[in-house]
């Protein structure tokens, strides 16, 4: 059985950074896709960024793109979120999830509890 772990700063100011963490276990975070799908009252959940494959194909939303870079370590089983400039737009609860995705919108199997970001004016 997959589980994801989401760890993280909760509360960061306008244009500060964090670096949200999942971990993952009953799988490698090799061996499928991994994305982190944000989502904000009111609205769907919607993947911003993720990566797959052994060669690391990546892949980012235009929102986040040069803002926001998803890393992966094989060795810890752990994927990472860099957010940077961050706005109050991106407040959001921030889901880790992993499946055979093709197209970054379906296709995630496994999800993590979800980390509270909030990003203050």
């Known amino acids: 059985q997959v589980q994801l772990v989401e760890s993280g700063l909760v509360l960061v100011q306008a244009w500060g950074s964090m670096r949200p963490s999942c971990a993952a276990s009953?799988?490698?975070?090799?061996?499928?896709?991994i994305g982190w799908l944000p989502q904000a009252p009111g609205k769907g959940r919607e993947c911003v960024t993720g990566i797959k494959g052994r060669g690391d194909s990546l892949y980012y939303a235009g929102a986040v793109k040069g803002r926001f870079t998803i890393s992966r370590d094989n060795a810890k089983n752990t994927v990472y979120l860099q957010m940077n400039s961050l706005k109050p737009e991106d407040t959001a609860v921030y889901y880790c999830?992993?499946?055979?995705?093709?197209?970054?919108?379906?296709?995630?199997?496994?999800w993590g509890q979800g980390t509270q970001v909030t990003v203050s004016s």
């Open positions: 009953g799988r490698t975070v090799s061996t499928d896709a």
């Open positions: 999830a992993m499946g055979s995705t093709a197209n970054w919108s379906q296709g995630f199997g496994s």
